[in-house]
């Protein structure tokens, strides 16, 4: 999936305008004009069309978790990453949706796709351990599915 795939589903998921996208932004320390926005929706055949950046991302998400969590009252200021895989998106939006790995496996159970914990847990290891294991593409659309399908069915 690129950048852009997962900032128009976050968009279509929770039916978010351009106002609020430009929040979130914000939220994650990044001022961003509309026709930035609009850039980065575009489909990817659309001659306007942009690709999102990794750290542009990264603090989208940061600001995503912010509106849904809250900041963190210990002040220390958030460091955003520079690169972000799969593996990242998928741990952002547990963070930002409170998901413990049962609600996770629920969210494939709408898709009548089967998931254990432990599967989905190998995500969320640092990539030197052995149960480690990449989020593919495939798996990272079927969880945005699912999401869909749990909060806009």
């Not at 055949?45 to 969590?69: A, M, T, W």
């Not at 547990?94 to 847990?121: G, P, T, W």
Request: hydrophobic residues 35%; glycine residues 6%.
């Amino acid at each position: 999936m690129t950048n852009s795939d997962v900032l128009r589903k976050i968009r279509y998921i929770f039916d978010y305008g351009d106002d609020k996208m430009i929040k979130l932004f914000a939220l994650g320390d990044l001022e961003v004009t509309r026709a930035q926005v609009s850039e980065w929706l575009k489909k990817d055949e659309d001659p306007d069309y942009k690709l999102i950046l990794d750290k542009d991302l990264v603090r989208f998400l940061d600001g995503f978790i912010i509106e849904k969590r809250g900041k963190k009252d210990d002040g220390k200021t958030v460091v955003h990453e520079k690169k972000i895989n799969n593996n990242g998106i998928l741990r952002k939006m547990k963070i930002a949706l409170k998901l413990r790995d049962e609600d996770i496996v629920d969210i494939f159970d709408l898709l009548d796709f089967r998931v254990s914990k432990h599967e989905i847990n190998a995500f969320f290891r640092k990539p030197g351990q052995r149960q480690y294991r990449p989020c593919k593409d495939q798996f990272l659309r079927k969880f945005f599915h699912g999401l869909q399908l749990k909060y806009r069915p």
